[in-house]
């Protein structure tokens, strides 16, 4: 570990001459983000991937799968270590398997425009970070090229990807510190392309009886989502993070619906979650983490606001204690 | 001399005064007798029943029966502010530990001066948290971070932990 993070700070303070004379085979560094983000929806694929929690040390081994026909995408992520754990999503559904329980999470909301990244998102992305173009590199056999994100500030993370050279696919993503420490990797160790792949767990997956939940909500498309006036106001949003989305939406064992702002900077998320108190009082306030993803919630009055992004946790403890109501 | 041993009694001499007086006292036998009459007096006006005999004669002579008995200190206190002042040494160099580790882990920018203290303790993990994989789920669905990283970005929610 040492020698990787080594290896990693030596790259990153690298890049800066070696980008330029490196030869892209893109005009624009952020098309790389367009390509990854595309590959990711439209490419048919399986495989076995490693990740480790960073600051944990926590390593999973999962198995993934990936296919997208007529009928739409359907992805499958299963942990092949301790109990089973597996996720479905079929277009808009979305099924938890743990252990012999089958959970259906929740319909996902909306109409997910496709390419999701929009031009806009890509844009203020270079105001944010600077992107650059790094070694060529081998990953799970297949040939690689890096991009570096770095932020212009530590209010979020060092993003490092390698993406199939064909493909486009992400092979390989690490999360760095303002300390280049390493806060999350993964990194898939076999891979398989194209449309020769197992199809049977999707029907399979999808005619599983579910576990009843308490409070389960199945949104329609009246009740889902809904555009909401802007009562709630973050006045301490680091730069560079623009509203993409404000909704209210039904949640699990919720008798009243949550307020669900987006915020994105081009590359991280982060996500508003305003409710009643009444009835989460189990909810324990505070700071939990897993790999780059933070969640901070803070009691405010009557509501429970719940920060989540992949940022550092000073940017969701920022923003949490910023949120405000502004409206009647 | 009878008057002012009377108001040394009553505690009612000025510090240099009363030293005076006292070593007054350890010198002259006489003053003494006058000392012991005076304390005599006072027992008699307090407690009639048991007075009208001179005690120090008599435990003078019992004092000197008594054996001498050789027997280490006791060290409790000594040892207690022995302890206490370790004790304080070793919270205070952890609190210089904790102030250099916070001076050099977490950059002191702007924006950690706002945030509460809850930043400089371990964050629990999520899947212990329960009911936090329902917002972590909900962020994935529009976090563009979802876009780039696919179906991988569940390992947060299927996360073993």
């Not at chain 1, 509203?243 to 009243?256: G, H, N, S």
Request: aromatic fraction near 8%.
């Amino acid at each position: 570990m040492p020698q990787s993070l080594r290896l990693l700070s030596c790259l990153l303070s690298l890049f800066c001459w070696q980008s330029a004379a490196a030869e892209s085979l893109y005009r624009d560094e952020s098309d790389w983000l367009k390509t990854m983000a595309f590959a990711a929806h439209q490419t048919d694929y399986s495989g076995t991937f490693v990740y480790q929690d960073g600051v944990g040390g926590h390593v999973e081994v999962s198995r993934i799968t990936h296919v997208s026909d007529a009928n739409g995408e359907h992805e499958r992520l299963e942990g092949l270590n301790g109990a089973r754990r597996e996720i479905i999503s079929s277009n808009n559904q979305v099924w938890l398997f743990l252990g012999d329980r089958k959970v259906k999470i929740e319909r996902r909301h909306g109409e997910r425009s496709f390419p999701a990244l929009l031009p806009e998102q890509i844009s203020s992305l270079k105001e944010n970070y600077t992107i650059q173009q790094a070694e060529e590199d081998r990953v799970a056999g297949f040939h690689v090229h890096a991009v570096v994100f770095q932020p212009r500030d530590n209010l979020r993370y060092t993003h490092k990807m390698w993406a199939h050279s064909e493909s486009g696919l992400l092979l390989k993503a690490v999360v760095l510190d303002e300390r280049a420490r390493i806060i999350e990797q993964y990194a898939f160790t076999h891979l398989t392309l194209g449309s020769n792949i197992d199809r049977t767990w999707i029907a399979k997956g999808i005619a599983a009886p579910t576990v009843p939940k308490r409070n389960e909500v199945t949104p329609t498309a009246k009740s889902g989502v809904q555009s909401l006036s802007a009562d709630w106001k973050v006045d301490a949003l680091p730069n560079g993070f623009k509203k993409i989305m404000e909704v209210t939406r039904p949640m699990r064992d919720r008798a009243q619906p949550v307020t669900h702002l987006v915020f994105s900077d081009g590359l991280a998320g982060i996500s508003v979650f305003i409710e009643d108190v009444a009835g989460r009082e189990g909810m324990n306030p505070g700071l939990s983490s897993q790999g780059a993803l933070q969640v901070y919630g803070r009691i405010s009055a009557d509501k429970l606001i719940t920060v989540v992004g992949e940022v550092p946790a000073r940017t969701v403890i920022q923003v949490a204690e910023s949120v405000r109501y502004a409206g009647q | 001399m009878k008057q002012e041993i009377s108001v040394l009694m009553d505690g009612e001499l000025f510090e240099d005064e009363a030293e005076a007086l006292l070593n007054k006292l350890k010198k002259d036998p006489q003053t003494q007798q006058e000392w012991l009459t005076y304390h005599l007096i006072g027992d008699a006006l307090r407690q009639p029943e048991h007075v009208g005999r001179d005690i120090s004669a008599t435990f003078h002579a019992r004092l000197q029966d008594e054996p001498t008995v050789f027997v280490p200190r006791r060290q409790t206190t000594q040892r207690v502010r022995h302890f206490a002042l370790s004790a304080a040494a070793s919270v205070m160099a952890l609190a210089l530990v904790a102030w250099l580790s916070m001076q050099a882990g977490v950059e002191p920018g702007p924006q950690l001066a706002a945030a509460p203290q809850a930043n400089a303790l371990r964050p629990a993990s999520l899947s212990s948290t329960s009911g936090v994989s329902d917002y972590v789920m909900a962020h994935q669905e529009f976090s563009p971070s979802t876009d780039v990283h696919g179906a991988a970005s569940y390992i947060h929610s299927v996360s073993g932990r």
